[in-house]
């Protein structure tokens, strides 16, 4: 059973610009969630979405942002971006039925030069 | 604001010791998670405790859930090289895994 696929696995972008990271869940999981991780601020919940909508919502401004297709496949999106977006961002989804757990990428480590 | 505090936040031991990491939350849950991850790479998940009392052990690790206490613990004995990596409790308020509260974490340093 494939596990949970994020691409890239690395990126390097200018201050100022965007970014869009993609995310593959494990076939049948429906939720997929989003994670920042920094020295600084540890492993953050930036968002959640199940069924192309977006449940839950971290702490982050707006230039946060993500969406799900039908496939359950999700994008996060980071607009305008400032060095202090330099982190790993890690994906995660999960059948979203009780009792059950999420399951990791690999994650995409972003670089803001 | 749920938080979450682990400590201690760096710990540096011997192979062959025994030692607890431990992990308090501020809000009610049944369910914690304990994850590994070591340098540069994802999140591992070791252990699910989904009720009062729960106790699962993998190995040297063996992890609890007090949910009167909001205190969950991670004990490792006669640790080993290989466990060195930094360890993450995190608490979930759906229940359903998808919207995580991590602690800071705890690097683990095993000297041979």
């Known amino acids: 059973k494939a596990g949970v696929t994020q691409t890239p696995r690395y990126l390097i972008k200018t201050r100022g610009q965007q970014v869009t990271l993609s995310c593959s869940p494990i076939?049948?999981?429906?939720?997929v969630s989003w994670y920042q991780q920094t020295p600084g601020q540890g492993l953050q919940f930036l968002f959640e979405?199940?069924?192309?909508?977006?449940?839950n919502k971290g702490n982050f401004p707006g230039r946060f942002s993500g969406r799900q297709f039908s496939n359950s496949r999700s994008e996060m999106n980071v607009s305008t971006l400032e060095l202090g977006d330099s982190a790993l961002y890690l994906c995660a989804s999960s059948p979203w039925t009780l009792n059950t757990e999420a399951f990791f990428g690999q994650g995409t480590r972003l670089t803001v030069v | 604001e749920l938080k979450v505090e682990q400590n201690p936040l760096f710990l540096s031991m011997q192979e062959g010791k025994n030692y607890t990491i431990y992990c308090n939350y501020s809000t009610t849950s049944d369910r914690l998670y304990w994850y590994r991850q070591d340098p540069g790479k994802s999140l591992e998940s070791l252990f699910v405790?989904?009720?009062?009392?729960a106790v699962k052990q993998e190995g040297r690790l063996m992890a609890s859930l007090d949910t009167k206490a909001r205190l969950s613990t991670l004990h490792i004995t006669a640790a080993v090289h290989d466990l060195s990596a930094t360890y993450f409790c995190a608490v979930d308020v759906n229940n359903a895994g998808n919207m995580l509260t991590f602690g800071g974490g705890t690097r683990l340093m095993v000297k041979p």
């Open positions: 405790l989904l009720s009062n009392g």
């Open positions: 076939s049948g999981h429906r939720s």
């Open positions: 979405y199940f069924s192309e909508t977006q449940r």
